[in-house]
């Protein structure tokens, strides 16, 4: 039976880092963690999640690295600087990138192992609940996120591309990821933005200041306005790459989280901005 390989990176999130060493334990054969600021203007953000990780040296294999560059650069040689360490690095075994901020119900991981039982793809892609300021208002976004090894000398390529195997299988929004990304710090989300690639983002910076760190909730129509003459998008993201509902509005979600995360209370913050102080 094919094993999956799971690699979960993490810098400063000290309150996820726990409940996503959990899932990767439970989902995954062999969990690799590794801790490390991709780029120079990270550090600063460093906190207690190198010790909580630790904690965890037993049954997973916790790491550093030390060599920063561009995230886009640095998270694909911390991937593969993970599979050179890994006892299940051999053909028709998978690998599972997983984020901190990213979680998954029971069913959707049994259902990913119909696929890979199947063996009808070489990469799975899971549609998004991509949460906007609370648990309960999201847009859809789309994100592979487990690669089939063809061959063991396979790696990924900036910016984290696997490009072995054609035959992709997506599992749809009701099986698919829980997405926390815009729930975490949205300063060292600033500094991120402006070290994800070689070229700059001043666009991205401008939609956090101006668009997220205001948007209305109760007034969505002006801000989607806001963010048409500011980005040329009439939605509440940055682009269309992600898709919001047809009349450009936040997805409504009143259903249950993840367990862990329910577990862990993050459901109960009304909305993060203020959790951050960014409003």
Known sequence: MARIIGILTGWSCEDWIEPAIKQGLEYTDELHVCISAHSDNLLKFEDNTLDIAMQYKDQAIVSTYQKRSVH?????????????????????????VLDVDEFFKQDSYEY????????ICDQICFEAKFFY?????YILSDHNRLFKIKDKNN?????????????????????????YSMLQNPYMKMEFWKSEY?????????????????????????????????????????????????????????????KLVEEKGFTKIEDYRKHWKFT
């Open 155 to 179: 790696r990924f390529y900036p910016t984290q591309q696997w490009r072995y195997g054609n035959r992709l299988c997506r599992v749809h929004v009701d099986l698919g990821m829980f997405h």
């Open 198 to 258: 070689s070229y700059e983002q001043n666009h991205k910076l401008q939609w956090l200041d101006k668009i997220y760190r205001n948007y209305d909730l109760k007034n969505e129509e002006y801000w989607l306005e806001q963010n048409k003459k500011l980005t040329g998008n009439y939605g509440p993201w940055i682009s269309d790459s992600f898709v919001p509902q047809v009349d450009g509005t936040l997805y409504k979600y009143e259903g249950k989280h993840p």
């Open 133 to 137: 300021i609370d648990t309960k208002h």
């Open 112 to 119: 990913v192992k119909k696929l890979i039982s199947a063996n």
């Open 72 to 96: 886009s650069e640095t998270k694909a040689n911390i991937l593969n600087y993970c599979l050179s360490n890994s006892k299940y690095m051999e053909e028709e075994n998978w690998i599972w």
